[in-house]
Structure formats: structure tokens, C-alpha cells
Nanobody, 124 residues
Framework: QVALVESGGGLVQAGGSLRLSCAAS????????MGWFRQAPGKEREFVAR????????YYADSVKGRFTISRDIVKNTVYLQMNSLKPEDTAVYYC?????????????????WGQGTQVNVSS
């Protein structure tokens, strides 16, 4: 069983930065990729970024390209999301998720393991 624990959320002014972390414990070698999603009040959970665990290939949602950077530390079993130039519309609960071999895509159904989420609030 793999547990995912997010941290690093908080309140920041528009234009500011935050770095989220997702620590994975357990048999993380089973993951082929890790992703970040977010869910704003009253909205569906949406894809933010994804990184392949072994090769490091990266994908971003158009809404965060050029502002957010996903990375991973294989030794620490941790995935990061560096968020710069934050906007009020980035306010959401951010979740990290694990994707197993054979799973593809960027929808919530394409990921099997989820963290509890961390709140990000961006004030205008």
C-alpha cells in the first residue's frame, strides 16, 4: 500500500509563489508516473501536471504552462510542484496522485492513488 501526503499549501498574494510537496511511502516503485490535480469550490477536479517516474517526461495543463514546474526526487520518493506567478484562479485544493503501469491519460480515472490534498489560497 502506498500513501501519498501533500504539504506546502497556504495563503499567498497574487504574483507570489508556493512549492507543494508530495511524499510517497510504500512501494512507490510500482508507479509509472505521478500527477498533480486541483479542485476549486463547486468545480470538478482538474489535471495540473504529470511527470513520469523513471524518465521524467512532463506534461502540463495549458492554464499553468510557464508558471508551474513539476519535478521529482527519486531518492526521497517525493514529487514537487513549484507554483510561480500565482493568480486568484489558482485557488483550490491540490492533490497528488499516482499512476500505475498500463494507466495512461490525464483524467482523474487514469490515476489510482490519491493524497488527502493541501489547500492553496491566492488573494488578489
Amino acid at each position: 500500500q502506498v500513501a501519498l501526503v501533500e504539504s506546502g499549501g497556504g495563503l499567498v498574494q497574487a504574483g507570489g509563489s508556493l512549492r507543494l510537496s508530495c511524499a510517497a511511502s510504500g512501494r512507490t516503485t510500482r508507479y509509472s508516473a505521478m500527477g498533480w490535480f486541483r479542485q476549486a469550490p463547486g468545480k470538478e477536479r482538474e489535471f495540473v501536471a504529470r511527470i513520469q517516474w523513471k524518465f521524467g517526461n512532463i506534461y502540463y495543463a495549458d492554464s499553468v504552462k510557464g508558471r508551474f514546474t513539476i519535478s521529482r526526487d527519486i531518492v526521497k520518493n517525493t514529487v514537487y510542484l513549484q507554483m510561480n506567478s500565482l493568480k486568484p484562479e489558482d485557488t483550490a485544493v491540490y492533490y497528488c496522485a499516482g499512476q500505475y503501469p498500463g494507466q495512461y491519460g490525464f483524467g482523474t480515472a487514469d490515476f489510482s492513488s490519491w493524497g488527502q490534498g493541501t489547500q492553496v489560497n491566492v488573494s488578489s
